[in-house]
């Protein structure tokens, strides 16, 4: 498997190790990473630097314990370690180092620009210059490993298109050092919803803080069939995905996705039948594909020092990667004597 490595394109992708990792993170991110594992050289990320952005909610206890949390889930969500590398941030001093070399190539006007900054900061009394920065951070965990695609949910498009634009720019002012990456997106799911609000997207912090916001991938039977039960629909009865309400789009988009339907078989699966048929039927859906991944989750975080090897052995391929990369960059920005 590890001699053709070199052959295939890389995959990087990430989860910040905050709030309650959900189905839409699973849909839009994790089982695309999944599903394609074994055609690519994939590199998984838990990206700690990230959750510092927004330090009121980051105790040094909570966030150990996420960092482990979302390592047991990519795993236990069928993440192979034979087949991909998985690794925290922070353990590699490199992100950190590439940030703020790529700090002094990206101009501010393209940060400000950016919709996540925007809303996350418009709610906040004082922001820190670390969540004006995530782009960057973002461009430098994506550029060190010379990434060709990155897997990811559609709420990411605007920080690949500036990674790319960061490249470039850098690649124009010191010569081709890094290779522009794309984004890989599902075509159905790369935005699920709120289940209580299908105008927004569903999100880790909000599913924090409301009740049937979100499904947790290690939430209890009861809370995920009352979340579903009472997932936000309308009184029309139309299940045909061009017709339906944003609510009812997103259960069926749930629905397609993990069961790995299409379109025309989810519509015509649930012709003439009522939303409580949809609801219930969808509720032994997200049960069945969580079941598996509870239960193997369980017995990573029982299994003593399976974890930390996994960790540490990512962390030694990343860094390797990661340290070639700021190398090269050095050289070519005049940073070695
Ligand atoms: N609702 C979603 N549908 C599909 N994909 C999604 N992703 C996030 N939400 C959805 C994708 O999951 C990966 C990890 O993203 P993240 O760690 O930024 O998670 P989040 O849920 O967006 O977390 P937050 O902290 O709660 O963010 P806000 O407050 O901004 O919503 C990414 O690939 C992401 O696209």
């Known amino acids: 498997m590890k001699e053709n490595v070199e052959k295939k394109k890389r995959v990087f992708s990430g989860v910040q190790p905050t709030g309650q990792i959900h189905i839409g993170n699973y849909v839009g991110a994790i089982s695309l990473w999944v599903e394609n594992q074994d055609l690519y050289d994939n590199i998984f990320c ?15 206890e909570y966030l150990r314990r996420k960092v482990r949390e979302v390592a047991a889930l990519y795993l236990a969500c069928g993440i192979d370690p034979e087949k991909s590398t998985i690794f925290v941030q922070s353990q590699v001093p490199e992100h950190a180092e590439l940030t703020w070399l790529l700090n002094c190539v990206t101009p501010i006007g393209w940060l400000e620009r950016m919709t996540q900054y925007k809303s996350k900061s418009a709610e906040m009394e004082t922001v820190g210059t670390g969540l004006f920065d995530y782009p960057v ?3 430098a965990d994506i550029l060190l490993y010379d990434t060709d695609l990155v897997p990811v949910g559609d709420d990411q498009k605007q920080h690949i298109e500036i990674t790319r634009d960061i490249a470039q720019r850098f690649n124009h002012l010191y010569g081709e050092v890094f290779k522009i990456p794309d ?3 599902r075509e159905s799911g790369a935005r699920i919803m709120g289940l209580d609000t299908p105008e ?28 579903i039960m009472r997932a936000t629909t309308d009184s029309n009865m139309e299940t045909r995905y061009e017709y339906a309400s944003p609510g009812v789009k997103n259960l069926l988009v749930l629905y397609e996705v993990l069961t790995g339907s299409s379109r025309e078989e989810v519509e015509e699966h649930f012709s003439g039948k009522n939303y409580g048929t949809l609801k219930k039927e969808l509720v032994e859906v997200v049960l069945d594909t ?15 020092g399976y974890l930390d090897n996994i960790l540490n052995e990512g962390r030694m391929r990343a860094k390797e990667i990661a340290s070639a990369t700021i190398a090269r960059v050095k050289e070519h920005m005049g940073l070695t004597l």
């Open 183 to 185: 984004g890989l997106f």
């Open 137 to 139: 951070l973002m461009a």
């Open 290 to 304: 969580l079941r598996p991944i509870q239960q193997k989750y369980n017995e990573i975080v029982n299994e003593e």
């Open 46 to 60: 838990i990206v700690d630097l990230h959750s510092l952005t927004i330090p009121e909610n980051i105790a040094p």
């Open 200 to 227: 927004v997207k569903m999100s880790k912090s909000l599913g924090e803080m409301k009740k049937r916001h979100s499904i947790g991938l290690l939430d209890s039977e009861e809370d995920i069939r009352d979340a």
